[in-house]
């Protein structure tokens, strides 16, 4: 009943603006709009309140229960125990530079290019697990910049340098990842 008595009602908005162009010139254009416009949404108001609220981006509200957000499951992290330590410093070398976020892809790479090749065996798992188990970027970019605690299973030597790392204690220019020119130099 509310919707078709909006209906009409709008139909009669629509012919009282044609008739008020075409009999009266006095009425500037903008102020039948407003009128036509004010009306609308007068009258437009009591039929939607009984809808359900449309549910957009609200973003960390407390009554938000997040039912509608899908989980997409990550496989789970896996050690490598037979990964030649070449091949694993190559392989953590290019996740480094390849992340989810733009602050990690900066960080994580100018970490590898100084300690990369410097870790041992221990080391570079420590690393790997680092970078490689949990599931949001944000969270290490937290734990790095030690805006957030870090979790026991990730807290150890490699965590420590890369909390120190980050808080670039010689003014580094850091706006980039680095390039990869530097790798040559080292393999000859």
């Known amino acids: 009943m509310k919707r078709q008595l909006v209906w009409y009602l709008l139909l009669f908005l629509i012919c009282f603006q044609f008739s008020l162009h075409s009999h009266t010139e006095r009425i500037t254009s903008a102020c039948q709009q407003r009128l036509v416009a004010g009306v609308c949404q007068a009258a437009w108001r009591p039929a939607v309140t009984g809808l359900p609220p449309s549910r957009g981006y609200r973003g960390d509200a407390q009554d938000d229960t997040r039912g509608d957000m899908i989980e997409i499951p990550l496989p789970p992290w896996d050690e490598r ?17 390849k992340r989810g976020m733009l602050e990690n892809c900066i960080l994580l790479s100018l970490f590898a ?18 970078i490689n188990e949990p599931s949001n970027d944000w969270d290490i970019y937290y734990w790095a910049t030690e805006a957030q605690p870090t979790p026991d299973v990730y807290q150890g030597e490699i965590m420590d340098m890369l909390k120190e790392f980050t808080k670039n204690r010689n003014h580094e220019q850091r706006l980039d990842a680095p390039g990869l020119e530097y790798l040559e130099k080292e393999s000859h």
């Open 81 to 97: 125990p037979g990964e030649p330590t070449d091949i694993k410093k190559r392989r953590l070398l290019y996740e480094s530079r």
């Open 113 to 130: 290019k100084r300690y990369l090749n410097t870790m041992n065996e221990n080391q570079l798992q420590q690393y790997d697990r680092l």
